[in-house]
């Protein structure tokens, strides 16, 4: 083998030794879950269930307004002190449901997340 055939043999092993990095190492990682916010959707369900039955549209048994819509809940949150009235302890006066039991505590905290993310609607 000549010198210069050597040097050519040599060349081409370190370049092809040389591999580059590929898209894939750097592509962000898509699987990483957000976490879901807390919306109406899931705040509708346990008002319909617990509330409605008074806080209909419209109020039965005295309740001063209705629960039915989102409006209704979001406001009832921002100036009615919602949030208040399901946490106060089971036989106490004021608690929401009235006349109790209280909702139960994953329910409750359900409703708080709603309001730390924002009163969303969906
Ligand atoms: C059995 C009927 C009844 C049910 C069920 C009921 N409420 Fe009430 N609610 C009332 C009545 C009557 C009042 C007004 C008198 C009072 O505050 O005790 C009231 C008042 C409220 C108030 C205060 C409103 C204000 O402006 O002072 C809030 C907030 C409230 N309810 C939320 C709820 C929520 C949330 C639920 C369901 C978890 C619920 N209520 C279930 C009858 C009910």
Same mark, same amino acid.
């Given at each position: ?8 043999v040599?060349?081409?092993?370190l ?5 580059? %990095? ?12 957000? +976490?879901?916010?807390?919306t109406? @959707? ?7 269930? !617990?509330?409605?039955q008074?806080h209909?549209? +419209?109020? @039965?048994n005295? !309740? ?5 819509t989102f409006e %209704?809940?979001?406001? !009832?949150?921002?100036t009615?002190g ?14 929401? +449901?009235?006349g ?5 505590q ?5 409703i708080? @997340?709603?309001?730390?993310?924002g009163?969303? %609607?969906?």
């Amino acid at each position: 083998m000549s010198p210069k055939l050597i040097f050519i043999v040599l060349g081409l092993l370190l370049f092809s030794s040389c591999s580059s %990095n590929t898209y894939d190492d750097v592509q962000e990682n898509d699987n990483e879950q957000t +976490p879901e916010l807390v919306t109406y @959707q899931e705040v509708r369900p346990i008002l319909n269930s !617990a509330c409605v039955q008074c806080h209909s549209n +419209p109020p @039965q048994n005295g !309740a001063p307004m209705s629960l039915e819509t989102f409006e %209704n809940a979001r406001d !009832a949150v921002l100036t009615r002190g919602l949030l208040n009235s399901i946490s106060i302890p089971d036989g106490d006066p004021g608690l929401m +449901p009235l006349g109790g039991p209280r909702l139960p505590q994953n329910t409750i905290d359900l409703i708080f @997340q709603w309001e730390e993310d924002g009163l969303l %609607n969906n």
